[in-house]
């Protein structure tokens, strides 16, 4: 076959061409850190490159959500522990009250901070962390307490079916009762109906007076995990527990009151204690957890990363070294081709 001063021309453009497209591709490299730029360059690479991309998207997004889990169980803790240190402060000024040596205007003075301290505590249970209720269950927008609605007292001979609705009955048990369209009186849970009038052992308090919302705000921390991260407020801010207080503050106040009297009310409180403590300790035991989840998921990140890098990551070093070679044979190409490709036709008569 002739070969003919074209076809050396054509096939050494040719692989000028390639070695400037190789000489690219190993800049390109050096230049992003990463081994591939488009899927075409190794499909296998790209595919696994996104299955380990979102994997670490998704542990990046569990550490975020367990800032939201800290943020909850910290002000939850924070709000407990006040609400301790508010609660053995009515036990000391009760203890003292109930001492019969103390006169009625020490008695009304001490009313009056047990009043107030009642008040902190309405406020303790309205909490809002990012302009939501902690202390209210799944309802995060609604207010859990109302002092105002607690103290009113409702007769319930007043209610019928026109104005039902704008209360709720709280049984025995703190169950409360809330009016249904449907049935046409009052409904517990389990469905159970209460006709209206009402009779029975029943409180009546508007709506909203305290909320019975128990359910839990769930967080997922983990693949398939979630995290309650709030507290059962029935268990600490309930019907009972302001309306305890607010008998002691009328208890106080009276004069015929006597020491016995407010000792039966030491142990109401310690009983209200009891429960908040062992709220406190069931949050306690839950943070423990959120940590134990907070390590495991720093070893996944750190690991996701790593074989995400192995996986798109350059060898600098070695692409370094390719990159000088393919540069050293890319100027050898350019020397060579100038000597074939002759610029004229005297060249070939020289």
């Given amino acids: 076959m002739r070969v003919t001063q074209s076809m050396l021309s054509a096939n050494s453009l040719r692989h000028i061409q390639n070695s400037y497209k190789n000489l690219g591709k190993l800049e390109e490299q050096l230049t992003t850190g990463k081994k591939v730029s488009r899927p075409s360059d190794d499909p296998v690479v790209a595919m696994k490159g996104m299955r380990y991309r979102s994997q670490v998207v998704e542990v990046e997004q569990f550490n ?31 203890v003292k009250a109930s001492n019969d040596t ?21 406020s303790i249970a309205n909490t809002r962390v990012n302009n939501k209720y902690i202390f209210n269950g799944s309802d995060t927008s609604g207010k859990p307490v109302d002092l105002s609605k607690i103290d009113q007292e409702v007769d319930l001979s007043t209610i019928d079916s026109n ?51 128990q359910k839990d705000v769930n967080i997922e921390v983990s693949k398939g995990v979630n995290l309650n991260v709030n507290i059962t407020p029935q268990n600490v801010f309930s019907l009972d527990f302001f309306s305890d207080l607010g008998k002691l503050v009328s208890d106080l106040k009276s004069p015929e009151t006597t020491g016995d009297d407010l000792s039966k009310s030491i142990g109401v409180l310690d009983g ?71 610029p004229s036709l005297i060249d070939f008569l020289r």
Wanted: aromatic share 6%; charged share 30%.
């Fill in 64 to 94: 975020r959500n367990l800032s939201e889990v800290y943020n909850w169980m910290d002000n939850g803790d924070a709000a407990l522990d006040e609400v301790n240190s508010v609660m053995q402060r009515i036990r000391e000024l009760t």
């Fill in 102 to 122: 103390y006169e009625e205007k020490q008695r009304q003075a001490i009313a009056s901070e047990v009043d107030q301290l009642r008040n902190h505590l309405e």
């Fill in 163 to 213: 104005n039902a609705k704008d209360y709720a009955l709280f049984a025995e048990d703190g169950t409360q009762l809330l009016w249904n369209d449907i049935s046409g009186g009052f409904i517990d849970a389990s469905g159970a109906k209460v006709e209206v009038p009402v009779t029975g052992d029943y409180i009546a308090k508007e709506v909203g007076a305290v909320s019975v919302n």
């Fill in 272 to 342: 209200h204690v009891d429960k908040i403590i062992s709220e406190r300790a069931e949050l306690g035991a839950r943070y423990n957890r959120v940590e134990m989840v907070e390590s495991r998921l720093s070893s996944q990140e750190i690991i996701a990363k790593s074989t995400m890098s192995e996986n798109e990551d350059i060898d600098a070093e070695k692409t370094i070294i390719e990159l000088t070679s393919q540069e050293t044979l890319h100027r050898a190409s350019l020397a060579v081709g100038a000597k074939i490709i002759q």
